[in-house]
């Protein structure tokens, strides 16, 4: 495809959250276009690493209108499970798709958004960003970093131990993906694990579902003004799948607290402390993959876009899906973007009926 085209919504990514948005628009009788960079069906969920599961059941990890199958052998579906399930959801549901096709930016072009791609350009009355965060991997500004002499990589760099077996690796991060990789790397590697602050699991019986109960009860109380429960932070940092809980009930997923630099073969302590690393093994978050927006320059002091449930403030033809409790509660789930993204359908409903 090149040259100008027009639809009543563009909807940029075509994981998760962008087949969910597609799902209610389509129940709304809205004409759009999925627009997705990747070059198969399956979202970030297809670049995880091999031992990566769901927190959740399948039957609580379902988009809207079409359950997740069971995986045979499997309580927690795996990543190539979610991916064979949301290739098949979008088939199912004859999602008009264009990949590979990458956004460059979103621009004000009178009553219209012009999205522009590396294959033409599109004008719409609405625009649903759902490109996540996975493509924007944080790496903190620890001292040392570029000193350092042996392999560094991110969370999505990671694939498996095999080729760390015998190594001394030092896994970054307290927070499930460091938790999920440090359990994965604990049998065949000399495994130092550190994180901020002391590591804090989540009760063994706490999964998905009930996380996602969780953060719905917190948005609501905020929006009714009650008093903030905490949200899912009050219960803890990680979810104890079965990997991490046989890991760490065995004594092999012990933190250490976080160094303060790295040094050509390793890291250091505040106290002196040293520690020879052939690899470190960044597990350290994310930030939301919006440069495409930069255009628009809704951008505030801190980059934040401001938005009332996924309605960007300062552009009301612009929603945002998918990033977290930011843009609705669990929304960057599986089970938690089916309410947002029928709301911010509605809600696009409801401007072009104007």
């Known amino acids: 495809m090149t040259g100008d085209q027009h639809t009543q919504v563009v909807i940029v990514g075509g994981g ?19 627009l997705d960079a990747q ?3 399956g979202g970030a969920w297809q670049h995880a690493w091999d031992s990566l599961h769901l927190f959740s059941p399948a039957a609580y990890s379902s988009l809207p209108g079409r359950p997740m199958p069971l995986q045979a052998g499997e309580t927690y579906p795996d990543a190539g499970h979610v991916v064979a399930y949301l290739t098949e959801y979008e088939r199912r549901y004859e999602f008009p798709v264009q990949r590979p096709v990458r956004v460059s930016g979103v621009h004000q072009d009178g009553r219209f958004l012009r999205v522009e791609t590396d294959s033409g350009s599109w004008h719409a009355r609405a625009v649903i960003s ?16 570029a000193d350092f002499r042996g392999q560094q990589l991110h969370t999505v760099e990671y694939r498996n131990p095999r080729n760390f077996a015998g190594q001394r690796v030092v896994v970054v991060g307290g927070g499930n993906s460091g938790a999920q990789i440090a359990a994965d ?18 009760p063994d019986d706490i999964d998905g579902r009930a996380l996602f109960n ?18 899912v932070a009050s219960l803890g940092d990680i979810v104890a799948v079965p990997p991490v809980r046989e890991t760490r009930d065995a004594g092999l997923l012990k933190a250490s607290p976080m160094f303060v630099r790295l040094e050509r073969d390793g890291v250091v302590w505040a106290d002196g402390t040293r520690a020879q690393a ?5 597990c ?10 930069a255009p628009l320059q809704l951008r505030g002091r801190r980059g934040h876009i401001a938005t009332v449930g996924t309605r960007a403030v300062d552009e009301p033809r612009l929603h945002l899906l998918g990033y977290g409790d930011w843009t609705g509660p669990a929304s960057a789930t599986l089970i938690g973007v089916g309410r947002p993204a029928r709301d911010a359908a509605r809600e696009i409903a409801a401007l072009l009926a104007v």
């Open 185 to 202: 790397l604990a049998y065949n590697t000399e495994l130092t694990w550190v994180t901020q602050r002391p590591p804090s699991f989540l």
């Open 130 to 145: 759902a490109t996540g965060t996975w493509w924007r991997p944080f790496l903190p500004a620890v001292p040392g970093r």
């Open 214 to 231: 969780v953060a719905t009860a917190r948005r609501r109380a905020l929006d009714e003004g009650r008093t903030d429960t905490g949200g």
């Open 278 to 282: 052939d690899a470190v093994i960044w």
């Open 16 to 34: 998760q959250s962008g087949l969910a948005a597609g799902y209610h628009l389509r129940r709304l009788g809205l004409d759009f276009v999925i």
């Open 39 to 41: 070059a198969e069906p």
């Open 284 to 293: 350290t978050g994310f930030r939301p993959a919006l440069s495409h927006l």
